[in-house]
Nanobody
Framework: QVQLVESGGGLVQAGGSLRLSCAAS??????MGWFRQVPGKERELVAT????????YYADSLKGRFTISRDNVKNTVYLQMNILKPEDTAVYYC??????????????WGQGTQVTVSS
């Protein structure tokens, strides 16, 4: 069982930046992803990164503003979010799984961190 602990969420004004972190327990390296969810809506894929740190994927609407990265020594994945918009307000979840399935069927989930962007 892998525990994922997110941090870095909070309240920010539109146009600002936040960096989310997700630390995974143990030494096994998984593909990682970030998802987000607004109450009443389905969970949305934000970005994924493979175990090697390559092959990054971003939702089309977020390209150019969000950057996913990882530090395998720390077993931590990051999501740098720039030029934040009110519509980015959501609970952001970290997830872990296989390279081939991280986008569709992650195995492990974090508890989520709230990001609120004020206009």
């Amino acid at each position: 069982q892998v525990q994922l602990v997110e941090s870095g969420g909070g309240l920010v004004q539109a146009g600002g930046s936040l960096r989310l972190s997700c630390a995974a327990s143990g030494s096994v390296i998984y593909a990682m992803g970030w998802f987000r969810q607004v109450p009443g809506k389905e969970r949305e894929l934000v970005a994924t990164i493979r175990r090697s740190g390559g092959n990054k994927y971003y939702a089309d609407s977020l390209k150019g503003r969000f950057t996913i990265s990882r530090d395998n020594v720390k077993n931590t994945v990051y999501l740098q979010m720039n030029i934040l918009k009110p519509e980015d307000t959501a609970v952001y979840y970290c997830a872990a799984g296989s390279d081939s399935m991280i986008a569709t069927s992650p195995v492990f989930w974090g508890q989520g961190t709230q990001v609120t962007v004020s206009s």
